[in-house]
C-alpha cells in the first residue's frame, strides 16, 4: 500500500472522525468553503501578509466559487500541526514553512531555506524554470499533499542577541530559537536550539527562556519588539538568505477543484509570491533604520564564525544525501544555483558595487 492511500483509509482514531465531518462541505457542489490553517497569528508581517494575500486571490478570483476560511495557529490546530491537518484531511489546506516539516521528510527543507542556500531570486528561477515545482509535488505527493510556493520573505536576518558573537565559541551553549537545518547546522556548533512558533518567541526571549532568536527581518522583527528586549542585531545570515512559504492542499481537495479553480489557484500563488517577495524587500530598509534609530546596535558576523557556519552547514547537506529524495532535490536545486551564482556575481553584484560606489549609498 502506497503512503496515499495509506493516509486514505487509516487517519488516527478521532482525527479520522473530524477529517469526514470538516472536510464534507469541501465536496459540497456549487460555492464552497476550504477551511486553511495556518503557523502564525493573525496579522503577522510578511508571513500572515502571504497567507491572507491568497485567501483572498483565489475567493475574489472565483467569484466566491471558493471561499477561504484561514484559521490561525492555535485556533483549530497548532502552529507546526498544519502539515498533519492537511495530510490527513482535518483541513483542506495549510499555508506555512514547509521546513517545519523536516520529521516527515528531510527534503522539504529546500522548499523553505536551506543553509548557504538560494536567495529570493534563485528560488524562483529554480522552482519555475529548472523543476523545483514538480520536485515539490512529487515529494507532497507522498503525505496526500499538492502544494505551492506562496509567499518569499527574502533575506532573513542572523537573528537577536543578548551579547555579541565575536568567534565561532561564542555559540557554545547559546539557546537560540532556529528552524530547520538552519538549526541544525547550530546544534552542530553547541548551541541549544530551540524550535519556538512565531507566536511564542517574544515572551521565550523576554523572560529568559532564549538568548537569542531570528524571525524574518527587520519589518516583521520591528511589529514583534524584539528591539525592546535586546539591541544586538546580526544583519545578514546564513541560514535563510531567501525563505519561502508554502500553500499546500489536501490532495483528495485539490483533485476535486474544477480545472480552471485549479489554474486560479496556480495563479494566485504566483502573484501572492511575487508581492509578497517585494514587501518584504520593500519595508526591510526603512525598518531598519528605524531600528538603528532607536538604539539597536547592527552587526556582521566575523569570517571565522561564517566559516563554522559552513563548515557544518556541508555536513548537515552530506548526512541527508542518503536519502533518493533529498538527493535528487538537492542535484537539481544545487545546479540551478551554481547555473545563476557566475552571472549574479558578474552582473548584479558589480553593479549593484558600482552603483552604490557612484551615489554614494
Given at each position: 500500500m502506497d503512503r496515499r492511500s495509506f493516509l486514505r483509509t487509516s487517519a488516527l482514531g478521532g482525527a479520522a472522525a473530524a477529517s469526514t465531518t470538516l472536510a464534507a462541505p469541501a465536496y459540497a457542489q456549487g460555492n464552497r468553503t476550504l477551511t486553511l490553517v495556518t503557523s502564525v497569528p493573525d496579522g503577522f508581517a510578511i508571513f500572515d501578509d502571504a497567507a491572507q494575500q491568497a485567501a483572498d486571490y483565489i475567493t475574489a478570483m472565483t467569484?466566491?466559487?471558493?471561499?477561504?476560511?484561514?484559521m490561525p495557529a492555535g485556533s483549530l490546530v497548532g502552529a507546526f500541526e498544519v502539515f498533519d491537518a492537511v495530510s490527513s484531511g482535518q483541513a483542506d489546506m495549510y499555508h506555512s514553512a514547509d521546513y517545519y516539516f523536516l520529521n516527515q521528510h528531510p527534503a522539504f527543507a529546500f522548499f523553505t531555506a536551506v543553509p548557504f542556500g538560494m536567495t529570493a531570486q534563485e528560488v524562483a528561477n529554480w522552482y519555475y524554470r529548472r523543476g523545483g515545482h514538480d520536485q515539490h509535488n512529487e515529494l507532497a505527493g507522498l503525505f496526500n499533499l499538492h502544494s505551492f510556493l506562496c509567499g518569499q520573505t527574502a533575506m532573513q536576518p542572523g537573528g537577536w542577541f543578548n551579547a555579541e558573537?565575536?568567534?565561532a565559541d561564542d555559540l557554545q551553549g547559546l539557546r537560540f530559537r532556529m528552524p530547520g537545518q538552519g538549526g541544525q547546522v547550530l546544534g552542530r556548533l553547541g548551541a541549544s536550539v530551540q524550535n519556538i512558533p512565531g507566536g511564542e518567541i517574544y515572551q521565550a526571549l523576554a523572560s529568559g527562556q532564549i538568548d537569542g532568536a531570528e524571525w524574518i527581518g527587520p519589518y516583521a522583527d520591528e511589529r514583534l519588539g524584539f528591539q525592546e528586549i535586546t539591541s544586538i542585531y546580526y544583519a545578514a545570515g546564513f541560514h535563510?538568505?531567501?525563505s519561502a512559504l508554502t500553500l499546500s492542499f489536501n490532495l483528495d481537495v485539490w483533485e476535486s477543484l474544477t480545472p480552471s479553480q485549479q489554474q486560479i489557484v496556480d495563479a494566485a500563488c504566483r502573484a501572492t509570491h511575487a508581492t509578497n517577495t517585494a514587501l518584504s524587500l520593500a519595508e526591510?530598509?526603512?525598518a531598519l533604520a528605524r531600528l538603528q534609530g532607536a538604539g539597536v546596535q547592527v552587526r556582521q558576523f566575523p569570517n571565522d564564525v561564517w566559516d563554522a557556519f559552513?563548515?557544518?552547514?556541508?555536513?548537515?547537506?552530506e548526512e541527508n544525501m542518503g536519502d533518493p529524495m533529498y538527493a535528487a532535490i538537492a542535484e537539481t536545486y544545487f545546479a540551478s544555483m551554481q547555473e545563476s551564482a557566475s552571472w549574479y556575481e558578474q552582473a548584479d553584484g558589480e553593479y549593484m558595487r558600482q552603483r552604490n560606489r557612484v551615489l554614494g549609498y
Open positions: 467569484d466566491g466559487a471558493l471561499t477561504i476560511n484561514k558573537i565575536t568567534s535563510e538568505p531567501g526591510n530598509g526603512a559552513g563548515r557544518a552547514s556541508a555536513e548537515v547537506r
